[in-house]
């Protein structure tokens, strides 16, 4: 019925290096837009809080925005 390994070659080797090489690739790509994604509104969200508690006056906080987003541009 199946006579040995002819119907098998190089193409399905490829095809099978192509899917690893996707999965990693997903995988990371994932793994880091998670990791950017988290640290800036991490640090928005703080900065929000303490002008909403009123720790912070409204050029301190527009001050300390800027700072966080030109950072967050410079990393990306």
Same mark, same amino acid.
């Given at each position: 019925?199946?006579?040995?390994?002819?119907?098998?070659? !190089? %193409?399905? /080797?490829? +095809? =099978?290096?192509?899917?690893?090489?996707?999965? !990693? %690739?997903? /995988?990371? +790509? =994932?793994?880091?837009?998670?990791?950017?994604?988290?640290?800036?509104?991490?640090?928005?969200?703080?900065?929000?809080?303490?002008?909403?508690?009123?720790?912070?006056?409204?050029?301190?906080?527009?001050?300390?925005?800027?700072?966080?987003?030109?950072?967050?541009?410079?990393?990306?």
């Amino acid at each position: 019925m199946w006579h040995g390994t002819e119907y098998m070659g !190089w %193409g399905w /080797i490829g +095809l =099978g290096v192509l899917h690893v090489a996707v999965f !990693w %690739g997903v /995988i990371l +790509l =994932g793994f880091a837009a998670i990791l950017s994604w988290r640290r800036e509104p991490r640090a928005m969200d703080i900065l929000k809080e303490r002008y909403a508690n009123g720790e912070l006056t409204h050029e301190q906080f527009e001050r300390l925005k800027r700072e966080i987003t030109d950072s967050a541009t410079v990393t990306k």
